[in-house]
């Protein structure tokens, strides 16, 4: 086997020093006025055999490794891989990679990657973070030693962080008033047992939707670990128990899956006898029959006002600029599966 070529193999080779070569390999020639004859010469001398600097060294001359890391709820979510895919075409397009992981909403799994991160010495942070103190804690960590973070789709209150999200009471509010204006009286709420500001959001928007249209709201919360074959079974218990329902919002795509295979098993039709919106939108909305009216959340600008911030971040003006939360707006796009009345056009 060929063996690979070192900075001393090149430092050997043209006979001068290795850190002479290590600075003009890592763009730091000019600075430390080393000659255009030497640079050109290592240059070139580089590109003809091929060689391959060492990351993790670059990484000390630099003190850059020029990888982001993104940490999410899972990869396998169409929202979450939505937003991984923009974000990787836009970092690579400014010279960086990204590492992405799953963190299972789990605090404890959360934190062991941010330490794996941290001690591959990442760049800057996106992060989709579950809830807990124990998270926060490790997040304010990164912001105490001044790595850049972004957090987005939820975000902590009580720590100082650039944040983009989407305006979910306004988004859930609007889809429960949209099923009313069609001739929905009746509307429950399906949406995940969890403190997360988010979810909270989309949870008061249905209430406020609800309250004032003097109804009484019907909530089923479901625990984010439960298996699908649980979530349908617990979905189809609660449309039992709640026979006067004529409508559903679900809090999240996922749920939704789980909830119209629960509808199907029940045999009860859409939209005729039960509405349906969904919070997020994917492909899978327009091949089912019929179609399904849902939440849709603006995943290009979402993901490039991350990447904004997270470079305004990285540069060397970032210390002197304060955190920004960018709020955004969802739009409804409505379908057959809520379409039992009066068809009413919102855009949130």
């Not at 001359?61 to 979450?80: A, Q, R, Y």
């Not at 909270?200 to 298996?227: C, M, N, T, W």
């Not at 098993?265 to 179609?291: A, C, H, Q, R």
């Amino acid at each position: 086997m060929k063996k690979k070529l070192s900075i001393n193999d090149v430092a050997k080779a043209l006979n001068v020093s290795k850190t002479a070569v290590s600075f003009i390999i890592n763009g730091k020639a000019r600075e430390r006025k080393i000659s255009k004859c030497l640079e050109l010469t290592v240059l070139d001398y580089v590109k003809k055999v091929n060689y391959i600097p060492n990351a993790t060294a670059r990484s000390l001359v630099t003190g850059e490794t020029k990888t982001l890391g993104i940490l999410v709820e899972d990869i396998s979510d169409p929202f979450f891989a939505g937003i991984a895919r923009v974000i990787e075409r836009e970092v690579n397009s400014r010279g960086y990679k990204i590492i992405i992981s799953s963190t299972d909403n789990d605090p404890e799994r959360i934190c062991e990657l941010i330490q794996t991160y941290r001690s591959r010495q990442i760049d800057g942070y996106i992060i989709a973070p579950p809830p807990g103190i124990k998270v926060k804690r490790e997040i304010k960590s990164l912001i105490d030693s001044n790595i850049p973070v972004v957090l987005f789709d939820r975000c902590f209150n009580d720590i100082k962080t650039d944040n983009v999200i989407v305006n979910n009471f306004d988004s859930a509010y609007q889809a429960v008033n949209h099923l009313y204006a069609n001739g929905y009286k009746s509307i429950g709420l399906v949406t995940l047992a969890l403190g997360q500001v988010q979810m909270q959001d989309r949870l008061q928007g249905y209430l406020r939707a609800v309250k004032e249209q003097g109804s009484s709201p019907s909530i089923k919360e479901i625990a984010f670990h439960d298996d699908k074959g649980k979530i349908v079974e617990n979905i189809e218990d609660f449309l039992k128990s709640n026979k006067n329902l004529d409508a559903i919002f679900f809090a999240t795509n996922y749920l939704a899956e789980a909830g119209l295979r629960a509808i199907k098993n029940l045999d009860v039709s859409i939209p005729e006898k039960l509405g349906v919106v969904v919070f997020d939108d994917y492909n899978l909305n327009t091949l089912y029959t019929p179609s399904i009216t849902a939440i849709s959340q603006p995943i290009n600008d979402i993901s490039n006002n991350i990447v904004d911030l997270l470079f305004n971040r990285l540069s060397s003006l970032a210390s002197k600029t304060g955190n920004k939360t960018i709020v955004l707006q969802t739009s409804l796009v409505i379908r057959e599966s809520s379409k039992c009345g009066s068809l009413v056009d919102l855009t949130l």
